[in-house]
């Protein structure tokens, strides 16, 4: 896999990938009622997201790449399962509320993440974590109350479900960090695809949705994989501090392809969802301010 050891190249790779991501919301928004075919959408999507990781991973490791599948362990399948039903409960949730409520929530995972290695783990929450934690979840309470009142509630609790999906993936990885990354995402994929033909199967529905929405399922997968693989190869040497404020542009980005007009969707989020999101984006700042000389670097592999 290509290596960039070089930081000022490393970060402009990892805010393209956040880009690629924040592409998710404005694709989902142009379906053709997207609540209607969550099944048919995770089909498609999970088979695009195993079928073009596997292709990454047989150009990158050769045809013993399917060994990575052997060594998987439970581990893997936590994370797939975990990462899987994140991908699950993300279209329930946008198809449920605002993208910027969907995104904000997604954007709390590092404080759930650090949650799940204080309790399975035993790893160490300092107290200043402690205060971003709180902070983030004024700001998510401050979103329920708005949702409640607008009918939303649902929306939000999805968006919970999947940030906590997304946090069991990443700490089962911390768990067993021998775990081929990209092949437990490849799980993933084939999770939500096996589990929407269960559902397509049980409830006698079309797999198969109107050409437009097809090409947007597999627009949508084509956007993650790239933008994972993107991912890994610019946080291999970014310290965590400084991708916890990257993973920002996804958030941000996602906010603004929903609401500017010229796109067609004009999307405006609510009062207290720019107040509860201004809570977790100081939230998430002091947080990397407070874990600068951390110097652990993430990567996919």
Request: hydrophobic letters at 55%.
């Amino acid at each position: 896999m290509l290596d960039i050891k070089n930081e000022k190249l490393a970060i402009p790779v990892v805010v393209f990938a956040g880009l690629l991501w924040s592409f998710g919301p404005l694709v989902v928004r142009n379906m053709d009622d997207p609540g209607l075919i969550p099944w048919q959408y995770l089909f498609a999507r999970g088979l695009v997201i195993f079928f073009l990781l596997n292709i990454y991973l047989f150009f990158d490791e050769g045809i013993e790449f399917y060994k990575n599948y052997l060594r998987i362990g439970i581990a893997g399948i936590i994370g797939g399962v975990g990462l899987g039903t994140a991908m699950i409960t993300f279209i329930w949730s946008i198809t449920n509320t605002s993208a910027a409520i969907t995104l904000l929530c997604l954007s709390a995972m590092p404080f759930i993440t650090a949650l799940l290695g204080f309790l399975f783990l035993k790893e160490k929450i300092r107290p200043s974590v402690w205060v971003a934690i709180f902070v983030a979840s004024i700001g998510v309470a401050i979103m329920a109350f708005d949702s409640v009142s607008i009918g939303s509630l649902n929306g939000l609790i999805y968006g919970l479900a999947s940030a906590l999906g997304f946090s069991i993936f990443s700490v089962s990885l911390r768990w067993k960090k021998e775990t081929p990354k990209f092949t437990t995402v490849a799980v993933a994929g084939l999770f939500c695809c096996l589990f929407s033909i269960a559902i397509l199967i049980q409830k006698d529905l079309n797999f198969i949705s109107s050409s437009k929405n097809q090409g947007l399922f597999a627009l949508h997968g084509t956007l993650v994989c790239l933008g994972l693989i993107l991912y890994s190869i610019g946080s291999k040497n970014l310290p965590a501090a400084e991708l916890t404020l990257l993973s920002l542009t996804e958030v941000i980005g996602g906010i603004f392809w929903v609401w500017i007009p010229i796109l067609g969707i004009n999307e405006i989020p609510t009062n207290n969802t720019i107040i509860g999101g201004f809570l977790i984006f100081m939230a998430i700042i002091y947080y990397s301010l407070v874990i600068k000389n951390n110097r652990r670097f993430i990567g996919l592999n």
